[in-house]
């Protein structure tokens, strides 16, 4: 296992609370009723985190525990080097195979969907999944798509697969990516401002890695200018990996659909006004801006007549909202982005 994926730097938000409990559980009481775990998700989301954090606490707290940690490509690959007839080939190979992953007490496999399409490695790995099974040893499985989205996989391996429990783990909301940011930034040894950290958040929505790799890049950028690290120096990083900006969109635009769907004035939207039907859709206006458009903080808060600080804290009002929470909201911001793609 990779010692330093734990429970305890595991970053725990909406997206991944379920899971992470399920695996907790696990990990302290294996081979019980979440046997097998099958756990999904899409890239950098802490899938892998998960499973070695799970292996990492059954051997604190079972030292006696036999544990084999692999992907699916390391068991294909032994596997095929079991049955490969071969000079000077081990005698009783295929033997050794069957029981190094049948003679375990917990058995934990990233990328389980590289197995389909291979269907006499799943044939070894359906006799052996029934062995732990029946011999209550926990089964852990990696996948990027549920056990029913798995093509080419046999039958009996998605029954299986879906006997115990299954769990996914879906992209960080706002304040997820914001406490993973404020985490890597201690690990990193890296300084960074509420407002480069909300740039990058803000940016950045569905990939764990991805928030890694830019407080990296920033950091070094930073070092090799001899600079202190800066909102300047992430706007730069991140010009060319913007969330689909649309540079021929202008505020403009935005602000006249936002101004017709809800039926305000024009002039009430861009004036001080603080009635609250007014406010909402100037938020509304402003996260739209940020999210459709190329324009910085400081450029938006001259459009609307504002400093950067309340650009920022209008863009986290509409952004920390959910859509379980504000459904019509979130509907209404769909038909505008909408219009606004039709001009």
């Not at 296992?1 to 379920?18: D, P, R």
């Not at 996948?143 to 783990?169: H, M, W, Y």
Request: with cysteine.
């Amino acid at each position: 296992m990779n010692k330093n994926y734990t429970f305890e730097n595991f970053v725990v938000g909406e997206g991944n609370a379920f899971t992470h409990n399920i695996a907790w559980n696990v990990a302290v009481e294996p081979g019980g009723i979440y046997n097998p775990l099958f756990i999904y998700g899409g890239v950098g989301l802490g899938k892998t985190h998960l499973l070695h954090a799970i292996g990492n606490e059954m051997e604190n707290n079972f030292p006696d525990f036999k544990i084999e940690c692999i992907s699916s490509e390391k068991f294909l690959n032994e596997f095929l080097a079991s049955i490969k007839p071969m000079k000077n080939k081990n005698v009783g190979a295929d033997e050794d195979f069957r029981r190094k992953y049948r003679d375990v007490d917990a058995l934990l496999i990233d990328d389980i969907q590289f197995l389909s399409g291979k269907t006499e490695t799943q044939n070894a790995f359906f006799h052996t999944f029934n062995e732990l099974q029946m011999n209550q040893k926990q089964i852990v499985l990696i996948s990027d798509r549920s056990p029913s989205q798995l093509n080419e996989l046999e039958d009996r391996l998605v029954t299986r697969f879906s006997q115990g429990i299954t769990a996914d783990i879906t992209p960080p909301d706002f304040e997820t990516r914001m406490a993973i940011l404020k985490y890597k930034c201690e690990q990193f040894d890296i300084q960074l401002s509420e407002e480069t950290l909300t740039y990058i958040s803000n940016n950045i929505s569905s990939n764990i890695r991805e928030l890694e790799g830019v407080l990296k890049r920033i950091k070094f950028t930073a070092t090799s200018k001899n600079q202190p690290p800066s909102l300047a120096i992430a706007e730069e990083i991140l010009k060319d990996t913007r969330i689909s900006p649309r540079k021929n969109i202008l505020p403009e635009n935005i602000l006249n659909v936002c101004a017709d769907f809800y039926r305000i004035k024009l002039d009430d939207l861009l004036s001080s006004s603080r009635k609250k039907e007014v406010v909402k859709v100037r938020n509304i206006a402003i996260y739209l801006c940020r999210e459709l458009t190329t324009l910085s903080f400081p450029a938006i808060g001259d459009y609307f007549n504002k400093d950067h600080t309340s650009i920022i804290y209008s863009v986290n009002k509409i952004a920390k909202l959910s859509k379980d929470e504000e459904p019509e909201l979130f509907e209404d911001i769909e038909v505008i982005k909408e219009r606004i793609g039709k001009i």
